[in-house]
């Protein structure tokens, strides 16, 4: 068994969550088999994977969301090598969703955020790099582009009193911008019941209560994890004002390096087992709904006329609900309740 | 002052004399001998005693990046017949067998790789220097942009191998590998950092110029290096 954080709050927390376990083992599986294919590169591009597999959350009917990372000069060439990565990845796993399959280039991700050009999709696209993905290839190419993010985002928000130290080490603007994603996607959500009616309303409505919302929380405690659980080291990061962004982005690099689980299970394993139970519990069973084909279907197929009176979407609401609660008791709790009031609201 | 100087293959490509006679009347203090390529290894290793190093305060020389004839053992001993206050820079790829190396551990100098190669950031080098623990390191600050151009992968590497820094490469590093005349980019990014660089540690040039442009990319990196004034504008 690896020694990781999840599988320490396991035995923390007795519990067996078996279905975040196997999925985070099929997903280490379909990582291992993507790496062994020797699949074509390119010395500037990186094969990047997002969504479940991203996230270490692989169920039994996920497709496989990715992209082909390109960080350099303009090449004819990163086309033919996109159709041959397509052809490559076919009948692996279910087909990529529409954001998904094709070339993502660093520019706009780096230079575009915030602003007119910063594009629901860029910035969609920005937050899972940051949140959920994995290179398949070409690690350094990954991480030369989260770094470059991570820089812009903490360079960006100096302000006069960042000509001395800050006085908390919450990289604000990079904050701001995972709250502004957390509410387009609420947003989004809604959008897309009016213009889509109730197509797949169902699996949107509960990942949206789970899977989402676990991505605006680990992108909550990446932001206030310096300030949490490593104020301690404030001195080696400010002594030299030049280097601090590089080494703010270092330390953040690091966090987006694990799973949304694994932020959550470092920070739950710091508090009562009980709270972690309150979180992982409801979450485990949402990805058991998952797992299960005929369950995925139904919600998949669910009419919202008939929500009211469907037992599995009952269900799924109170699972939701359930995590809410988890996730709202953490939060609560200090030091996080008070970093919440000052740079979570306004 | 710090010394500076370039690489002999920067300036004359398999030719050891002529690349230190290139840089001789520009004021240079360092210089590096460079053996990048295993069949330089013979002709350098015979042309020394005709050069005159008198005026270099640091001289290193760069092993070959990768063997191809020799066995590691035979590259070692080649490596040994530098003079011995030489440092010696050595790729981490050409490091198969670390009780080899043993011999000339003191004397060897860890080069940081560009993005193609093992041994790019602080974490890949890491078994390098557990195995060497007295070997020095290479700062390549071109190879370091290249991984990373906000320049945390190069800071890092300070960090963690900072007390064994024995001297610096300075370029830019294209797309395609080769070390070129330094742009704005790199000489800002490098200026970045330039700070963290003791004063007594030398800079070597690897970026490929004529013998006409010597002065001029000595100059950009001396202001690259040991002046702020990139820094200013912004």
Not at chain 1, 324 to 337: E, I, K, N
């Amino acid at each position: 068994m690896q020694d990781t954080p999840f599988e320490r709050l396991k035995l923390h927390c007795s519990a067996d969550w078996r279905f975040i376990t196997s999925a985070r083992a099929r997903t280490a599986e379909l990582l291992s088999r993507l790496r062994a294919l020797n699949l074509p590169q390119n010395q500037n591009t990186s094969l990047v994977i997002f969504g479940s597999a991203g996230r270490y959350e692989l169920t039994a009917d996920s497709d496989l969301d990715w992209s082909l990372l390109v960080d350099g000069p303009a090449d004819p060439a990163h086309v033919e090598l996109l159709h041959r990565l397509k052809q490559a990845l076919h009948g692996i796993a279910a087909e990529p969703g529409p954001t998904f399959g094709g070339l993502t280039s660093s520019y706009e991700l780096v230079h575009y955020i915030g602003g007119v050009r910063d594009t629901n999709l860029n910035l969609t696209i920005r937050m899972l790099l940051l949140l959920e993905s994995r290179s398949v290839n070409n690690d350094i190419v990954h991480e030369r582009v989260i770094r470059a993010i991570l820089n812009r985002y903490i360079t960006s928000s100096t302000s006069v009193a960042w000509h001395e130290a800050p006085v908390e080490i919450i990289p604000r603007f990079l904050l701001n911008d995972f709250v502004r994603y957390w509410r387009t996607i609420t947003v989004d959500y809604a959008a897309k019941r009016w213009e889509q009616s109730d197509k797949k309303w169902g699996i949107r409505n509960a990942k949206l209560r789970l899977s989402r919302k676990l991505l605006f929380v680990t992108g909550l405690l990446m932001c206030f994890k310096f300030e949490a659980e490593h104020s301690d080291e404030r001195d080696a990061f400010v002594s030299d004002m030049a280097t601090f962004p590089q080494k703010l982005a270092g330390f953040l690099l690091k966090e987006t390096k694990k799973s949304p689980i694994g932020v959550l299970s470092e920070t739950l394993l710091l508090r009562e087992a009980d709270l972690a139970r309150r979180i992982l519990d409801p979450y485990d069973a949402f990805l058991a709904v998952l797992d299960d084909s005929d369950q995925r279907r139904e919600l998949e197929t669910l009419r919202f006329e008939e929500a009211a009176n469907n037992e599995l979407f009952a269900r799924v609401r109170k699972i939701g609900r359930d995590f809410q609660a988890g996730v709202s008791a953490l939060f609560s709790l200090s030091p996080f309740d008070g970093l919440i009031a000052e740079y979570g609201v306004f | 002052m710090r010394a500076y100087g370039f690489s002999t293959g920067a300036l004359a490509k398999g030719d050891v004399q002529r690349g230190v006679a290139c840089q001789a009347d520009h004021g240079v203090t360092a210089v590096e001998v460079s053996a990048l390529r295993e069949f330089e290894l013979e002709p350098t290793l015979t042309a020394l005693p005709g050069i005159d190093f008198s005026a270099f305060s640091y001289v290193s020389v760069h092993a070959p990046s990768r063997r191809q004839q020799l066995s590691e053992e035979e590259l070692v001993a080649r490596l040994e017949e530098f003079p011995d206050h030489w440092s010696i820079v050595v790729h981490p790829n050409t490091i198969e067998d670390y009780d080899v190396w043993a011999a000339i551990e003191d004397r060897i100098c860890i080069e940081n790789m560009d993005q193609r190669k093992y041994g790019r950031t602080a974490d890949e080098l890491d078994s390098v220097f557990a195995n060497l623990k007295r070997a020095g390191f290479c700062l390549d600050l071109g190879h370091a942009h290249q991984v990373d151009p906000t320049m945390g992968v190069a800071i890092e590497l300070l960090e963690r191998y900072g007390d064994a820094l024995r001297h610096v490469h300075i370029s830019e590093v294209n797309s395609h590998g080769q070390h070129v005349p330094m742009s704005f980019a790199s000489q800002y990014a490098f200026s970045s950092i330039a700070h963290l660089l003791p004063s007594d540690v030398p800079v070597i040039i690897e970026s490929v110029v004529g013998a006409s442009a010597v002065a001029s990319e000595l100059a950009t990196t001396r202001a690259a290096v040991d002046s702020a004034s990139l820094r200013k504008v912004s």
